[in-house]
């Protein structure tokens, strides 16, 4: 039973094109978010929702569409890709407990842009 | 804005010695602090959590500390083995701050 997961695993496409990442958690969690985890291995936050509310955009271009139709499941779209997009991609989900909050992840999405 | 250091960037060490990672913040108000682990090729593996009223987590070989006045956080491995191997990323944040923020890494090499 895979807490966090995402597909595909691997994608490679063009540039210019549209494509779509998707990712459900089943561990009943109200937070998602979507990092980016460059070349260098530095990972950073894109988007974060809570209860299918957008929280967090950290200044990501606009071609990147979150959807979240559910608090289980935050799918990534990507618009006119493009070279710098390669990167792999990782969902997450979160819950705030007893003051503390764990991050849990899916095992990515490697994105290759040609 | 938050930044998240980690040193070393790299280490490799013999195996069944004992090291330490360190993480430090330039803004020194954490809510939680969790310590993760990256195979190559993998996700991340979470291995400790230190909540906002913590101040130390211990896991098997595992040991975490956080001192909050200081922005600092230290990852502490006993008798290190090769299955150690990996990189280490600190991460500070949640607690509805719906974001955590990632360091730069510590790649581990553990030899036979």
């Known amino acids: 039973d895979t807490a966090v997961s995402q597909t595909p695993k691997y994608l490679v496409t063009q540039m210019g094109n549209d494509k779509s990442i998707k990712c459900e958690q089943n561990l009943g969690h109200d937070t998602m978010y979507w990092y980016k985890q460059d070349s260098k291995k530095f990972l950073k936050i894109m988007f974060s929702?809570?209860?299918?509310?957008?929280?967090i955009n950290e200044t990501v271009p606009n071609r990147f569409s979150p959807k979240s139709p559910d608090k289980a499941h935050l799918n990534l779209h990507i618009n006119s890709l493009e070279l710098g997009d390669s990167a792999v991609y990782f969902c997450?989900?979160?819950?705030?407990?007893?003051?503390?909050?764990?991050?849990?992840f899916g095992s990515g999405t490697q994105l290759s842009v040609l | 804005k938050q930044e998240v250091t980690q040193i070393p960037a790299a280490l490799s060490v013999p195996e069944g010695e004992n090291l330490v990672l360190n993480c430090s913040f330039t803004d020194s108000a954490i809510y939680n602090l969790q310590w993760f682990r990256q195979d190559p090729g993998k996700g991340l593996t979470s291995l400790l959590l230190?909540?906002?009223?913590?101040r130390e987590q211990t896991s098997g070989r595992l040991n975490a500390s956080l001192d909050k006045s200081s922005g600092r956080s230290t990852l502490y491995i006993a008798a290190s083995q090769p299955g150690d191997s990996a990189t280490y990323l600190c991460?500070?944040?949640?607690?509805?701050?719906?974001?955590?923020?990632f360091g730069t890494g510590t790649r581990l090499k553990v030899l036979a």
């Open positions: 991460a500070g944040g949640g607690s509805g701050t719906y974001k955590y923020i």
């Open positions: 929702y809570n209860n299918k509310e957008l929280i």
């Open positions: 997450a989900s979160s819950q705030v407990f007893f003051g503390g909050e764990r991050l849990f």
């Open positions: 230190i909540q906002s009223s913590q």
